[in-house]
């Protein structure tokens, strides 16, 4: 039996003849922890000023779609009142509350029989569907949405200020 002996530096070939990794597989592997870097940057990355404004303002019209309805449906009035140093929204049909950003200025137009203080004033649903109206703008950074309801037919509608 004989021992064979290698130099320093020297190593056997295997039988095949290939050791290490090809240019594809590197390049594949890069590509995946590159996509995957991607995807966690995005997870953690805040949203724009203007994405959120629209997401507020489209929460709050959508909340009070849903008032103008349990208004509708139960037969009794539903009251949104708004708090303009607090930036919320609170429903009285028992639904969650909304917290808008304190960095977003906030202005409403109201009945004068809903207005309750400089900075608490509110929107009446009634039970035929239509409100007291208002309208409420919400800005940030330059961008501002507007939910304007309709006092004669209670309907909500968004838009975006110019």
């Known amino acids: 039996m004989r021992t064979r002996t290698l130099r320093a530096g020297n190593r056997q070939r295997s039988a095949s003849g290939s050791a290490g ?15 995957t870097a991607a ?8 949203p724009s000023g203007s994405a959120q404004i629209k997401t507020a303002a489209l929460l709050a019209a959508s909340r009070l779609r849903d008032l103008r309805a349990n208004a509708m449906t139960s037969g009794n009035e539903r009251v949104a009142t708004i708090h303009l140093d607090a930036r919320a929204m609170e429903f009285s049909d028992g639904s969650a509350p909304i917290s808008f950003s304190r960095a977003m200025k906030m202005d409403v137009t109201a009945a004068d029989g809903e207005i309750r203080s400089p900075t608490v004033t509110g929107v009446r649903f009634y039970p035929n569907g239509s409100s007291t109206g208002a309208t409420i703008n919400l800005e940030m950074e330059g961008r501002g949405y507007e939910i304007r309801v309709n006092w004669l037919t209670g309907r909500v509608s968004t838009g975006a200020l110019n």
């Open 21 to 35: 990794f090809t240019l594809m597989e590197v390049l594949a592997v890069m590509l995946i922890i590159a996509m």
């Open 39 to 46: 995807a966690i940057a995005t997870l953690y990355r805040s």
